[in-house]
């Protein structure tokens, strides 16, 4: 019933928020945080910052017999309308290792999130997803910006965002809003591993406050990984 409830709430309002202790247990066990400690600079920020590391993963899902395959594509398109800051051309990122591809995370977690989308609207299409694993840093007193391009779509049909971890960081709080961005429809600050947010990308939009340093001894991170969800 639970279940139902948030299903109803990606529906009928366009997002939905699941906090880590519903998510199954079985999925949470598997370590994947060794992964983000590997995280490359994205040398693609129109602003010159160097305060954000990410890798990207390209993977075809099959509805029908619900197999996950990772693609060779290792580009990554947004246009400059969906994305002003960085969009525009094809950003090549090194992609996920093979080890964390088939985990049997990915699956699981991908598996999870797919049963709150309306599937049925989408019969007869074919299913890429996009994996982004990105590590935002505070160090000092330099902020880092989770989403410097502001309140903004994705360009995707569905998002899922998933908290890995923050460590001696003050902020990054997400919000979602009204297509017009008249008004937050939420502000949550997701906490705890694997607190996670589902938005359907056409009808919302979000963005996350900027990260400081809890401590200015140390720098702060905060770990995400990005689902993209696209019917072909």
Not at 158 to 163: A, C, D, E, T
Request: proline share 5%; net charge negative.
């Amino acid at each position: 019933m639970q279940q139902k409830t948030k299903k109803n709430d990606l529906v009928s309002y366009g997002y939905m928020v699941i906090e880590s202790n519903n998510i199954p247990e079985e999925i949470k066990d598997i370590p994947i945080e060794k992964y983000w400690d590997d995280l490359p600079i994205d040398a693609y920020m129109g602003d010159g910052g160097t305060y954000r590391q990410r890798r990207f993963g390209c993977f075809e899902y099959c509805l029908d017999s619900k197999v996950l395959k990772k693609s060779t594509q290792n580009y990554f398109y947004q246009s400059k309308e969906i994305n002003p800051l960085n969009g525009g051309n094809d950003r090549k990122f090194e992609t996920v290792c093979d080890e964390f591809s088939s985990s049997g995370f990915l699956k699981g977690l991908v598996d999870y999130c797919l049963d709150f989308i309306p599937l049925n609207k989408y019969e007869g299409k074919n299913l890429v997803i996009n994996t982004h694993l990105f590590r935002v840093i505070a160090d000092g007193n330099q902020l880092g910006l989770p989403t410097p391009e502001g309140i903004h779509r994705d360009g995707h049909h569905f998002v899922s965002q998933h908290l890995i971890q923050r460590k001696n960081i003050n902020g990054g709080i997400s919000g979602i809003y009204t297509p017009k961005e008249e008004k937050p429809l939420i502000h949550k600050l997701l906490n705890d591993s694997f607190d996670t947010i589902i938005v359907d990308d056409n009808r919302v939009k979000h963005d996350v406050s900027p990260i400081s340093c809890s401590s200015p001894n140390e720098r702060g991170i905060r770990d995400m990984l990005i689902i993209d969800y696209n019917f072909v």
